[in-house]
């Protein structure tokens, strides 16, 4: 049962546990240099300010705190394996600074809506505040349920 159903037991036994988890879950290290081979950048560029700021509070994180944000842009904890990147991420550079924003992430889609910070430090901690509170990908819906809201009620 399980992966036995798709893959045959005597093939699986030639990896070890390591080698299929990353083979099925992806790369448990978050290796910053690897992202930035798979980023593309709208209304900017990888040499922008806000994306140096952006870049250089991921540099700071812990690979804990590493997975989280890849939680929060894409819904998953893990990079892919080097020749399985199906997706870019893409880095969207909102218009105006204001330090009262959030980063807003759309994880179909594998994008960060990044704010334009004042400095570094703000956008350190708008993340690290997106990455530490934001535990569920379509927390909208759950947001709508508790508030007793229903779609279908005319009333």
């Known amino acids: 049962r399980g992966l036995a159903t798709v893959v045959p037991i005597q093939l699986i036994r030639l990896w070890s546990w390591r080698d299929l988890q990353e083979r099925i ?12 081979r798979h980023t593309t950048y709208k209304n900017c560029t990888s040499t922008n300010v806000h994306v140096g700021y952006m870049w250089e509070a991921l540099e700071s994180f812990n690979q804990k705190q590493r997975r989280c944000f890849l939680r929060f842009v894409w819904g998953r904890s893990s990079l892919p394996t080097v020749d399985k990147w199906e997706r870019n991420f893409t880095v969207q550079l909102l218009s105006g600074t204001d330090d009262t924003r959030l980063p807003c992430s759309h994880t179909c889609f594998f994008t960060l809506d990044l704010p334009t910070f004042s400095c570094s430090e703000v956008c350190h901690a708008r993340l690290l505040y997106c990455i530490t509170n934001c ?21």
Do not use: T
Not at 27 to 33: A, K, M, P, T, W
Not at 138 to 151: C, H, K
């Open 135 to 155: 535990l569920a990908i379509d927390a909208d819906g759950a947001a709508a349920r508790s508030l007793n809201w229903d779609e279908d009620d005319e009333d």
């Open 25 to 36: 879950c992806g790369v448990s290290e978050v290796e910053l240099e690897n992202l930035k």
